[in-house]
């Protein structure tokens, strides 16, 4: 699944007489965000980004599943850098980065 917004490529091949994509690959986005909330007892937490809009049955979303093994060792209200994946309907983030403020 692709989000608006997502950056494609692909090919275009014509069958029937109309264009079809075809080899569809998601170029990787970095995005920023803010972990607005992460359970260190439950290893797990959200990211807040505003560039982030998941639309889906249950309703419009803005955050993203952040899990421990992809933390980096990130805190609440910590500025973080991400890519996003879907698993099963949910959006996760990887390689997050905390953005250190000068």
């Known amino acids: 699944m692709y989000l608006i917004g997502d950056l494609l490529s692909f090919s275009i091949i014509i069958l029937n007489d109309k ?3 075809i080899n569809i690959l998601l170029e990787t986005r970095k995005y920023t965000g803010i972990v607005q909330i992460y359970n260190e007892y439950e290893k797990y937490g959200y990211i807040i980004c505003d560039d982030v809009i998941f639309i889906h049955t249950y309703g419009n979303f803005r955050k993203i599943y952040l899990n421990s ?3 980096n060792n990130c805190k609440q209200n910590d500025i973080v850098s ?4 879907n698993v099963k309907g949910t959006l996760q983030a990887r390689n997050v980065n905390k953005i250190i403020q000068i």
């Not at 991400?82 to 994946?85: K, R, S, V």
Request: net charge neutral; aromatic share 10%; proline share 10%.
């Open 19 to 21: 264009p079809n994509a």
């Open 69 to 71: 093994k992809d933390s």
């Open 82 to 85: 991400f890519i996003i994946i």
